[in-house]
């Protein structure tokens, strides 16, 4: 799961920060109600045939033997320099600064990019919902039962200073990052129960019973490390040192908090690989970091990078007018985003005990004028969101049908009854930007919840005054919140906004120390136990985990199991409705916006393959320098 830097009409922020079987429904109340349902294996092949790929149900769209995937180019161009204001974030990645070249742990705010220098045991088909195809791994055996998995190894796998890579670095790194990894990395190798090296080309990977239907796939894309190279240094720390790495790309030049290029590495032992065929064809990725997003654009417009997806609809709608925009030097296009946008908003922290309320949280939704913001601010450039699933079919609409209903009902008189009608949809406003009939029924909520008004100020259960703050890293974002903070002072409500360093803020996530703060977050399309860092009441208490809200429910906890459980593509759909409508039901967020697509912008200087893959923006990985249309543009300098 990749967290994306948040969308905005002046700009968005990246907070916090990619990622089928039987029918369930007879599965009993109680098994639901203790979260008591785990993977069941469907038939599998015997362990002795050797699979190339694997998927969360078995289905594979590329035959053993494929020479590459449909997406690339396989005879695209080596050489030249892509650079880019990094698009999103993994683990500890931090959007606006770095100093830490160690993406895998709590500690630090690490680079953009650091994936690309690490192998895994296999990749990613992106026109595929969650197929994997081999690379470090040439292929896997499945035991019957789906708990043993036999990965067996490429002789020519080889680290960057050539030492090989074996087994047993495998094994080391598995180990390695369920004990002193990022918790969300932790939490997500639960089911992990372990692993051992027969010999250099045999991993033998084993799964907790019940395991979560993803893990598998989590597993086989994660980082290989060196047991050598970490053999004499700690793994847990924060550190500019450049690690070992047996990827496409290591790591060049880089000046901490400025900028970080990651060099192609001549004669990849990958290279001529089905999986990466036509793909990393740049000798050079670079990454720039700038605090502020208006800075960004202009170092945009001066050709210190070569390309941008733009998130700030104001800077799309107004400054795309420059000299080189005019003359053709620099191209724009929107591309669809097909996968599931997810969700985006101010997520309420519930551990405060003055937002433990549900009343009180919807009365915050209410005050949140989206229809002026998106007039006003965002040029209408957006759509509300609703879901944690939207713009996709496991987002809930309507009323539950009889599928959904049936994973329901052991939770009704524990949970809200709107989870059995419509689910939550926030009112369409008259567009003022002070609506009041919306605004009555906020007070009204805010009374209801026993916070009454005195004086023209808002007052908790306990008699004091009521305010919140608003915590965010960027100025660029000040515009969306001042409209909204009016309305909460309207209803007698002492909101704020505080902007902090970027670094800080990294910190007080990983702290849980704020009242509200921005999340967009946009799953697989074939969600699973990465649902658990987000919802469950495990990671709530988790120190950086993604559940910002501190969502623990264990309705949600069990819906979930419901989702990792799930035998069919059909039936995950039905599970994940049914999930969404508790959420919404439990008002952990005011939701924001969301669009279905991606708005990029670039100097003329690449090809590209005529078509994106699915479920992947497909850039830089497909993308190459062309150097005739390079020449025509004066070198960056």
Known sequence: MVVGRGQGGKGGIALVIGLS?????????????????????????????????????????????????????????????FSQVGPGTIYNQNSLTFNSLNSY????????????????????????????YGLAARGVRISADGLTYRFALRPEARFHDGTPLTAHDVAFSLTTLKEHGHPNISQLLRDF?????????????????????????????????????????????????????????QVGRFEAGRYIEYRRVAGWWGADLPVARGRNNFDTLRYEYYRDRDVGFE???????????????????????????????????????????????????????????????????WAFDFEWTNKSIMYGSYERTHSVFQNSDMMASGKPGAEELALLEPFRGKVSDEVFGEPFVPARSDGSGQDRVQLRRASQLLQEAGYPIKDGKRFTPQGERFGLEFLIDTPSFQAHHMPYIKNLATLGIDAKLRIIDAVQMQQRLKDFDFDLT???????????????????????????????????????????????????????????RSLDRLIRAGRYWIPHWYKASHWIAYWDTFGRPPAKPRYARGVPEMWWHDPSKASKIEAPG
């Open 518 to 576: 921005i999340q967009r977050f946009g799953f697989s399309a074939t969600p699973g136990d990465s649902l658990r860092t987000y919802f469950s009441s495990q990671s709530a208490a988790v120190k950086g985990s993604q559940n910002l809200a501190g969502i623990a429910d264990p309705a949600i906890d069990a819906l979930i199991n419901r989702v990792i459980a799930a035998n069919s593509r059909a039936e995950l759909a039905v599970a994940c």
């Open 299 to 365: 170092g945009f417009t001066a050709k210190s990078y070569l390309f941008r997806e733009e998130f700030t609809s104001r800077i799309w709608a107004t400054r795309y007018d420059f000299p080189a925009v005019k003359d053709g030097r620099v191209k724009r296009d929107v591309i669809a985003d097909d996968t599931p946008s997810g969700a985006q908003g101010w997520f309420i922290n519930t551990r405060r005990a003055k937002f433990q309320n549900p009343k009180l949280r919807e009365a915050l939704v």
């Open 105 to 132: 742990i709590l500690r630090g705010d690490a680079a953009q990019g650091m994936e690309r220098t690490f192998a895994t045991l296999m990749a990613r088909a992106e026109d595929e919902p969650d197929a994997m």
């Open 193 to 249: 129960a372990g692993c051992e090296a027969p010999d250099d080309a045999t991993l033998i990977v084993r799964f907790a019973e019940k395991r979560a239907r993803d893990v598998p796939l989590f597993v086989a894309g994660l980082p290989i490390f060196s047991r050598a190279y970490y053999g004499k240094r700690p793994f847990d720390e924060s550190t500019l040192d450049i690690p070992l790495g047996s990827g496409p790309y």
């Open 21 to 81: 079987r039987r029918e369930l429904l007879g599965i009993g109340a109680g098994a639901l109600a203790t979260g008591a349902i785990g993977f069941e294996a469907v038939a599998q092949p015997a362990e002795d045939a050797e699979r190339h790929g694997m998927s969360s149900f078995g289905d594979l769209k590329y035959p053993a033997g494929f020479p590459h995937f449909d997406y690339v180019d396989p005879k695209a161009p080596k050489g030249g320099v």
